[in-house]
């Protein structure tokens, strides 16, 4: 049976006795949902799976987004396959100031992954396949948590507030050059979209604060008043009692909740070690697989 193990509150839960490279049973998977709901990171250790086994667990959540950098010569070849390493085609660590590089440490501020999309996603799965001695550790933040700990008068204040999210935006704060490290193609699918500062679960009606990197301005505001606002939230995010840090082993697989979840990657010896994650992502209710592949 499957074997569910809170480790930090009704924020993260271990998975045992499940093994991902094999179809699971409706029972098994009815599980494995249930502690995804209830949790909003969950942790399945020693999972070695291949990314087409990646592919099939995690189609049963939903309809796969395919990567934004699909276009691109890349280590991996499957469109559904998010490549989160430091490893090229070639098989080699990259150099540091690699278009890859640059573009995969945007990772490294906190945000939800494809919050830049009209429609954004519901939840992410990275599974680690090399993993660094030291470093490289993903840290998540409970944004329900953060949402039912702001004042009343905060609450209110941002209610009804909306923020224009950007992945040009995101990636230009790290020091990627968005006029031209963007392929046309690229720029053409993720133009900047609305969001508002909170997320409802579909399935709990619970809150989330919705703010992260990719969240450039907002909507009526003066543009310092509101990046005053979104640094203040995501600071308020960031505070300790939120956080789980994952320290990864390899062949963790680690699932987390778009909708109210926020996380980010920790730097490592990037020049030295390899670190090679693949990631899934579940498109949120309403997203449509075959029209996202026809873009480009
Ligand atoms: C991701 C991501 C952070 C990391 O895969 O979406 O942001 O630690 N990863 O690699
Ligand atoms: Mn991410």
């Known amino acids: 049976m499957v074997q569910v193990t809170p480790v930090q509150g009704d924020f993260v839960a271990v998975v045992d006795n499940v093994d991902l490279a094999y179809p699971l049973n409706d029972d098994e998977f009815a599980a494995v949902e249930m502690a995804f709901e209830t949790y909003g990171v969950i942790v399945f250790p020693a999972q070695d799976i291949t990314d087409d086994q990646q592919i099939a667990f995690s189609r049963r959540f939903g309809p796969l987004e395919p990567s934004v950098r699909r276009h691109r010569n890349r280590a991996v070849s499957n469109v559904f396959l998010s490549d989160i390493s430091n490893v090229g085609s070639d098989g080699q660590i990259m150099a540091e100031k690699s278009e890859a590089m640059s573009y995969n440490r945007g990772n490294q501020l906190w945000h939800s992954d494809s919050s830049f999309k009209e429609i954004p996603s519901k939840a992410s799965l990275l599974s680690a396949r090399e993993v660094p001695p030291s470093g490289g550790e993903t840290e998540f933040a409970d944004m329900r948590a953060a949402w039912d700990t702001l004042s009343a008068e905060k609450q209110v204040e941002i209610s009804d507030l909306v923020a224009q999210h950007s992945l040009a935006y995101s990636r230009a704060t790290m020091g990627y050059d968005a006029g031209e490290k963007f392929m046309d193609v690229e720029k053409s699918e993720v133009p900047?979209?609305?969001?508002?500062?909170?997320?409802?679960?579909?399935?709990?009606?619970?809150k989330s604060l919705y703010v992260g990197s990719h969240a450039a301005y907002v909507d009526g505001m003066d543009r310092n008043a509101g990046r005053t606002l979104l640094d203040g939230l995501l600071a308020h995010a960031a505070e300790d009692r939120f956080i789980y840090i994952h320290n990864w082993a390899a062949f963790d697989l680690v699932m987390w909740d778009n909708r109210c979840i926020n996380h980010r990657g920790r730097p490592w010896q990037s020049q030295k070690h390899r670190?090679?994650?693949?990631?899934?992502?579940?498109?949120?209710?309403?997203?449509?697989?075959?029209?996202?592949?026809a873009i480009g």
Request: hydrophobic letters at 40%; zero cysteines; charged letters at 25%.
């Open 192 to 206: 900047p979209v609305p969001q508002p500062l909170i997320r409802v679960s579909p399935v709990t009606g619970r």
């Open 275 to 293: 670190r090679v994650m693949r990631r899934t992502t579940i498109g949120g209710d309403g997203f449509d697989e075959a029209a996202a592949l």
